[in-house]
């Protein structure tokens, strides 16, 4: 099926904003934070727009590959953060990488990216695109609720990108919803009118039931995981790494014990990142590759989950 990732990227914003610092703004503690959720600190957007941290990792990605902006034929952008809703964040970052070609976003949340690079696989297997890029690209601290301690200790700012060219790499792939679940995490538009009337609609701010979407985090990435490595014909002896969505340590070592993973064998990078919802595993993607932990031929796992509820998984060999 479809595409080789050919280049990596990501960037992240300058400022940084520790649990310390998370101290001095709600009550909480280093302490909390860290024992349930496994982050020390996050990047947090002051000066950059979104659209600057995705053109960053989408050159990244690029150089990376030693792709030319003329090679593309398309662009995905995956976002629930973009500078402006049109146009869209795949828009936007077409003048800042130089590139003509067919640019729309995905929105499924938290897995977003890997939502991305199905349509990707799909737009190749029909004939329409060899060299894709897609890029997911979060500035999750716009639209926290500051005064929620339960959540806006969580989430971070970031970017990464790959560029794909045609190829066998995507194993297996597996996408989900359950709109059963939909309204466990919410993130509205804030008050909006038409000339035909003025609606009060959700607030703009995230909303969270933080157990239950840990509840269900577990369950999709133990079901959605089993699932694309039966269809891959793989087992966890096969996989280097497990690349998931970085959303709480805790998530992950539930997973990976009832699944038969090595600890050795779960990428994280959430200590410095939190969640960075659908970015997250495309930075954490681009870090193990810089850091030369990743070589060709290597299988991997992508798993994610978020609002929707939406799940996803994959299996790649790199
Ligand atoms: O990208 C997908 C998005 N979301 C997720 O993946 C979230 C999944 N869920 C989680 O990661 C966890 O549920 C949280 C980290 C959000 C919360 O952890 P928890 O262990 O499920 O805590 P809890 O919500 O059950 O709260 C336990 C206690 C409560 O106090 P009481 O009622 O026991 O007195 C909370 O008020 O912890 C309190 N609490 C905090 N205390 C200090 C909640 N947030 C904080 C905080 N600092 N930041």
Redesign the pocket.
């Known amino acids: 099926m479809s595409f080789t990732i050919a280049g990596t990227g990501y960037a992240h914003p300058v400022r940084t904003l520790d649990n310390e610092e998370l101290t001095r703004m709600?009550?909480?503690?280093d302490e909390?934070?860290v024992s349930?959720?496994g982050i020390r600190s996050r990047y947090i957007a002051t000066t950059e727009t979104l659209t600057e941290l995705a053109v960053s990792a989408a050159r990244m990605a690029m150089d990376n590959a030693g792709a030319e902006a003329a090679s593309i034929d398309l662009v995905i952008c995956s976002t629930v953060a973009g500078d402006t809703k049109c146009p869209t964040l795949a828009g936007n970052v077409l003048g800042g990488l130089d590139i003509r070609c067919p640019a729309f976003d995905v929105n499924a949340?938290?897995s977003g990216f890997l939502y991305a690079l199905q349509t990707a696989a799909a737009y190749m297997d029909a004939g329409l695109a060899e060299t894709v890029l897609v890029i997911a690209a979060e500035m999750m601290t716009r639209h926290v609720d500051w005064t929620d301690?339960?959540?806006c200790?969580?989430f971070g700012d970031g970017a990464g990108a790959v560029l794909l060219q045609k190829g066998e790499g995507l194993l297996a792939c597996r996408l989900r919803a359950q709109p059963d679940k939909k309204n466990l995490?919410v993130i509205g538009q804030g008050k909006s009118h038409s000339v035909f009337e003025e609606t009060d609609a959700a607030p703009s701010v995230l909303a969270?039931n933080?157990?239950e979407?840990?509840k269900f985090?577990v369950t999709s990435m133990c079901r959605d995981i089993k699932e694309v490595l039966d269809s891959a014909g793989l087992g966890p002896e096969d996989i280097r790494y497990v690349v998931p969505?970085q959303?709480?340590l805790?998530?992950l070592e539930t997973a990976r014990q009832r699944l038969g993973f090595s600890e050795d064998q779960i990428a994280v990078n959430i200590e410095r990142y939190g969640?960075t919802?659908s970015a997250s595993i495309a930075i954490l993607l681009a870090e193990l590759v810089e850091q030369g932990k990743l070589q060709r031929g290597d299988n991997i796992v992508c798993t994610a989950?978020?609002?929707g509820l939406t799940s996803a998984a994959c299996v790649i060999k790199y």
Do not use: E, K
């Open positions: 709600v009550d909480t503690s909390w934070i349930r959720t949340a938290c301690r339960a959540s200790v969580l995490l969270m933080g157990p979407v840990f985090a969505h959303a709480n805790r998530i969640n919802s989950f978020g609002g």
